[in-house]
């Protein structure tokens, strides 16, 4: 379990590291620079570099941390990879569902192999399923995300490739749109973010504008027509830190 500075959760635990790229989001890969490095430092969750490892090791985790958290699962890797087995998977729903403190987030680039072993899980009202939708070749995942029985259906447009004129949020609690950041970092249109602000507030779907990204993200900064976009599904509320709580509430439509 670690901290993290992914400005929609709070936590990061990653009982699998380790993917491969399967869409034009994977391009410039964060996770895959990252691993590389932690390798390079000795990591031993990391002596395999990017190729995709389970870590029983870590299971326990969430359950050992007592304060509530929101937990990114997987930020290093895909929890529905072909090279993850499915009882490993079944594993870490068990976890999630014992652990109902937390709000777990999941979010994937392969919604054919979720849909394929979904029925296989208990899904708690801790556990957010999403997709990642980075530009319109990809919204046949959305459709797919749709069957999932989750409490919290979400989708991450990040990096945002391209215009979304055909979105549909019909099903989908959450919006997360972000700018792709670091080396390589293709641009991302001012147009294409308001276009999906302006559909997430006409249908009263929660909205957060995560950056502008760059190779100097900071610089760029979260600022969308002047505002910080900070909105969040209202079920998860309860279980926020209250920092975030009070954001999410003063950011609610």
């Known amino acids: 379990m670690a901290s993290t500075k992914i400005e929609w959760t709070e936590a990061s635990w990653n009982p699998v590291t380790g993917c491969t790229k399967i869409s034009a989001g994977c391009k410039n890969c964060y996770a ?10 000795g990591q031993p969750n990391y002596r395999n570099g990017f190729a995709v490892t389970c870590h029983p090791h870590v299971l326990d985790l969430p359950l050992q941390w007592k304060k509530p958290r929101t937990i990114f699962v997987n930020s290093m890797s895909d929890l529905f990879h072909e090279d993850v087995p499915p009882p490993f998977v079944e594993r870490i729903f068990a976890v999630m569902n014992r652990a109902r403190r937390h709000t777990f987030q999941v979010l994937t680039k392969r919604p054919e192999r979720l ?36 409490a919290v259906r979400f989708l991450s447009i990040e990096p945002m490739l391209g215009p979304m004129p055909d979105l ?71 279980r926020l830190s209250t920092a975030l709580r009070s954001s999410a509430l003063s950011a609610r439509p």
């Open 168 to 238: 549909d949020l019909e099903g989908i609690d959450w919006v997360i749109v972000g700018g792709e950041s670091g080396p390589g970092a293709r641009p991302i249109k001012k147009e294409w973010v308001v276009q999906v602000r302006d559909l997430c507030v006409k249908t009263r779907v929660p909205f957060f504008f995560k950056q502008w990204g760059g190779v100097q993200k900071k610089k760029a900064g979260r600022l969308l027509e002047q505002k910080t976009w900070d909105q969040i599904p209202a079920p998860a509320i309860p």
């Open 32 to 41: 895959e620079r990252m691993a590389k490095r932690l390798k390079a430092m």
């Open 115 to 150: 849909t394929k072993l979904m029925a296989r899980f208990a899904w708690s009202p801790n556990i957010w399923m999403g997709v990642t939708v980075e530009h319109v070749d990809y919204l046949g995942r959305v459709d797919l995300l749709r069957t999932v029985p989750a």
